[in-house]
């Protein structure tokens, strides 16, 4: 008892100079921040192992590890001094500073995904590193919130939330898997654009499947795999499901454009449609 009063005495020490020590707090995660954006490579680190797409861990970006060390050192000095009102206050702060990172993921990918153009392939691969970064940051800011909340005192316990923060990581993620979505389906629609030019009604006889299948295929032969390799099986389930239902809405409006077809036209039609649709069914 003499040493947890002790201690309490320690810490009525420090308690004036509390509003300057959040001040500092909050001035230092926000240049953390702005450092992290500005040094971050935004797909794999120059010094990580070739091989490290093998290993089970999700790979993100390196300043979202770095910023949440930086978060858990901060909440292990505070609790040495004030589990109260200080410790409420300086959660916040780390709330903030997270939302803002957040931000800046959405940021760069707004940047990237211009709608009038493809994605280059690095530009897809810095996608899903955000994609990855934000699952990753949902996931331990759940564990933020419940590690901060034990260090609180019981009265307190339930001033702490952290959902405006994964809200924001929600949104960035959804952004990064949009500009994917897109950049694939731009893609399919450069590969299908020979349907619509086809002169079906001239159609005499019906061969292997049409050249933009081929196409296609290819393009998903090229755009899958780094994905799959990259992203979590959950997203990536997303991710295909999505390319899926826009491919085929872009097919089945293509088809409505085509004024005539003859017999064999239609038979050609039905057999590319098959191939079609097994090749998505085959892509996760």
């Not at 994605?119 to 590193?129: F, I, R, T």
Request: net charge negative.
């Amino acid at each position: 008892a003499k040493g947890g009063d002790f201690g309490k005495m320690i810490s009525g020490v420090f308690k004036p100079y509390m509003p300057l020590y959040l001040k500092l707090e909050r001035a230092h995660m926000s240049d953390l921040v702005k450092k992290l954006i500005l040094e971050e490579t935004w797909g794999r680190p120059p010094n990580a192992a070739e091989d490290a797409d093998d290993d089970d861990d999700l790979q993100v970006l390196h300043s979202s590890g770095e910023l949440f060390i930086y978060i858990k050192r901060s909440m292990l000095q505070c609790k040495e001094v004030d589990t109260g009102e200080t410790m409420v206050l300086l959660s916040r702060a780390f709330g903030e500073t997270l939302v803002k990172y957040a931000e800046q993921l959405h940021k760069h990918i707004a940047g990237l995904a211009n709608r009038s153009k493809q994605l280059a392939p690095k530009e897809e691969l810095s996608c899903a590193y955000i994609v990855n970064t934000c699952e990753y940051c949902g996931d331990t800011t759940e564990q933020l919130e419940a590690s901060v909340t034990k260090h609180l005192d019981a009265s307190l316990a339930e001033s702490v939330t952290y959902q405006p923060v994964r809200d924001a990581f929600d949104q960035a993620l959804s952004a990064g898997l949009g500009a994917l979505v897109a950049s694939c389906l731009l893609k399919l629609d450069v590969a299908q654009a020979p349907l619509v030019r086809t002169r079906w009604a001239e159609l005499e006889s019906v061969g292997d499947q049409s050249s933009y299948v081929g196409a296609c295929q290819t393009v998903l032969k090229e755009t899958v795999p780094p994905l799959r390799a990259l992203l979590s099986t959950m997203y990536f389930g997303v991710l295909c499901d999505r390319i899926a239902t826009g491919f085929f809405q872009r097919f089945q409006a293509a088809i409505l454009k085509i004024r005539r077809v003859s017999d064999a036209g239609v038979q050609q039609l039905l057999l590319d449609t098959h191939a079609l649709k097994t090749m998505l069914l085959g892509v996760p």
